[in-house]
């Protein structure tokens, strides 16, 4: 095969394979990683969208020192092996020693966090980029808050995002109960506070006209992101799956564990999530229906009088989230990163260059109000 630049970590994985699928249909080659050899031959060479693909098979345990040795003369890694507070500190640690710009498909917040606060300094300095979240969620908010402050004098970012007609991947349900369980985080002028525990909120979005049961969801990544921009005060994100009983059910969750276990040590906390996730999600499910998978993200943005919205009318959430990976790594091999450091997908790639890219695909058109 031609050289590989760049690794795909959980490669066999639902959001995994994907992105490989996407890396395929670009023709670039890629190092299909994970912590299982036969389960990932076994995995890719039954995907049609693999047949004659330019990629290499290996597996690696996690750990720091293997994956180094993995990543090493790579340009980038995109980890998909969660949930990410459990699993995925040795692979940044790897792909930092190693010298690869890192992304990931998480959702977690306190991950996000854990990000900033250990290795964005040390990736600035090394002039390699680190993103967490590069997926459906939590890049699209970030995408429709940019394109909101583009009109001068907006400082207060209010995102909702509806993703319907999508069932989660195993992986995706113990990462979201455990970051349900979590403290979950908005910026209200400038400080990142906790919003109530366990508690639903409504919500109105474009293009329905139902009043929305609502989560933070872990509070997303762009309060996180938009914590040191130079003219964001506030940031909140919830989210709907559109089912109120989906969301009442996950609330429900959320108050046992609080009543179980919040006074227990953090690594029986994780254990119980992943208790209650693999209840709740047995096998993967099928690939996205574009007749019932469509996504609403709306970004309304307000200052003192200034405002904007951004809404972004999408198609099979996770398909965003396969086209993304491969888009990213497509451009860290062109050269195309103009952030390093612990940084927002639009500071790096463009917020209208990812969009595009989604647009091309079929995947996401975006309206804006000014």
């Given at each position: 095969m031609r050289e590989a630049k760049v690794?795909?970590?959980?490669?066999?994985?639902?959001?995994?394979?994907?992105?490989?699928?996407?890396?395929?249909?670009?023709?670039?080659?890629?190092?299909?990683?994970?912590?299982?050899a036969e389960r990932l031959q076994s995995e890719l060479s039954i995907n049609p969208e693999l047949a004659g693909a330019d990629y290499?098979?290996?597996?690696?345990?996690?750990?720091?020192?293997?994956?180094?040795?993995?990543?090493?003369?790579?340009?980038?890694v995109y980890n998909t092996v969660g949930p990410m507070m459990q699993l995925a500190g040795?692979?940044?640690?790897?792909?930092?020693?190693?010298?690869?710009?890192?992304?990931?498909?998480?959702?977690?917040?306190?991950?996000?966090?854990?990000?900033?606060?250990t290795w964005g300094d040390r990736f600035a300095a090394a002039r390699l980029t680190l993103i967490p979240c590069m997926s459906m969620m939590w890049t699209s908010g970030d995408l429709a808050a940019a394109l909101v402050l583009e009109t001068p004098?907006?400082?207060?970012?209010?995102i909702l995002y509806v993703p319907l007609g999508s069932s989660p991947s195993v992986a995706s349900?113990?990462?979201?109960?455990?970051?349900?369980?979590?403290?979950?985080?908005?910026?209200?002028?400038?400080?990142?506070?906790e919003w109530p525990s366990a508690t639903t909120f409504q919500a109105i979005a474009p293009g329905t006209h139902e009043i929305l049961t609502c989560l933070p969801w872990s509070g997303g990544a762009e309060p996180i992101w938009y914590q040191d921009h130079p003219t964001v005060r506030n940031c909140k994100v919830l989210v709907s799956f559109g089912s109120p009983e989906h969301m009442e059910r996950t609330a429900a969750l959320t108050r046992q564990f609080r009543n179980e276990w919040a006074d227990k040590p953090p690594e029986i906390q994780e254990q119980a999530t992943n208790d209650m996730g693999r209840m709740l999600t047995t096998q993967e499910p099928p690939r996205d229906n574009p007749n019932v998978s469509r996504t609403i993200v709306s970004c309304h943005g307000r200052g003192e009088t200034a405002h904007a919205s951004a809404v972004l009318w999408g198609v099979r959430g996770y398909d965003q989230t396969g086209h993304l990976g491969a888009v990213v790594l497509q451009r860290v091999i062109a050269?195309?990163?103009?952030a390093h450091g612990f940084a927002s997908p639009s500071q790096t790639f463009g917020a209208r260059a990812l969009l595009q890219e989604w647009r091309d695909a079929g995947l996401v058109v975006a309206e804006e109000i000014r």
């Amino acid at each position: 095969m031609r050289e590989a630049k760049v690794v795909l970590y959980g490669a066999s994985g639902y959001t995994g394979k994907m992105i490989a699928g996407q890396l395929a249909a670009r023709g670039i080659p890629f190092i299909a990683a994970g912590r299982n050899a036969e389960r990932l031959q076994s995995e890719l060479s039954i995907n049609p969208e693999l047949a004659g693909a330019d990629y290499e098979v290996k597996g690696v345990p996690c750990e720091v020192e293997a994956l180094t040795d993995l990543f090493r003369g790579k340009l980038a890694v995109y980890n998909t092996v969660g949930p990410m507070m459990q699993l995925a500190g040795p692979i940044v640690e790897a792909a930092l020693a190693a010298g690869c710009h890192y992304f990931d498909s998480s959702g977690e917040q306190d991950w996000t966090v854990h990000c900033r606060r250990t290795w964005g300094d040390r990736f600035a300095a090394a002039r390699l980029t680190l993103i967490p979240c590069m997926s459906m969620m939590w890049t699209s908010g970030d995408l429709a808050a940019a394109l909101v402050l583009e009109t001068p004098g907006i400082d207060t970012l209010d995102i909702l995002y509806v993703p319907l007609g999508s069932s989660p991947s195993v992986a995706s349900t113990l990462s979201f109960l455990r970051m349900c369980c979590q403290p979950q985080l908005k910026l209200v002028d400038k400080e990142l506070v906790e919003w109530p525990s366990a508690t639903t909120f409504q919500a109105i979005a474009p293009g329905t006209h139902e009043i929305l049961t609502c989560l933070p969801w872990s509070g997303g990544a762009e309060p996180i992101w938009y914590q040191d921009h130079p003219t964001v005060r506030n940031c909140k994100v919830l989210v709907s799956f559109g089912s109120p009983e989906h969301m009442e059910r996950t609330a429900a969750l959320t108050r046992q564990f609080r009543n179980e276990w919040a006074d227990k040590p953090p690594e029986i906390q994780e254990q119980a999530t992943n208790d209650m996730g693999r209840m709740l999600t047995t096998q993967e499910p099928p690939r996205d229906n574009p007749n019932v998978s469509r996504t609403i993200v709306s970004c309304h943005g307000r200052g003192e009088t200034a405002h904007a919205s951004a809404v972004l009318w999408g198609v099979r959430g996770y398909d965003q989230t396969g086209h993304l990976g491969a888009v990213v790594l497509q451009r860290v091999i062109a050269g195309q990163v103009k952030a390093h450091g612990f940084a927002s997908p639009s500071q790096t790639f463009g917020a209208r260059a990812l969009l595009q890219e989604w647009r091309d695909a079929g995947l996401v058109v975006a309206e804006e109000i000014r």
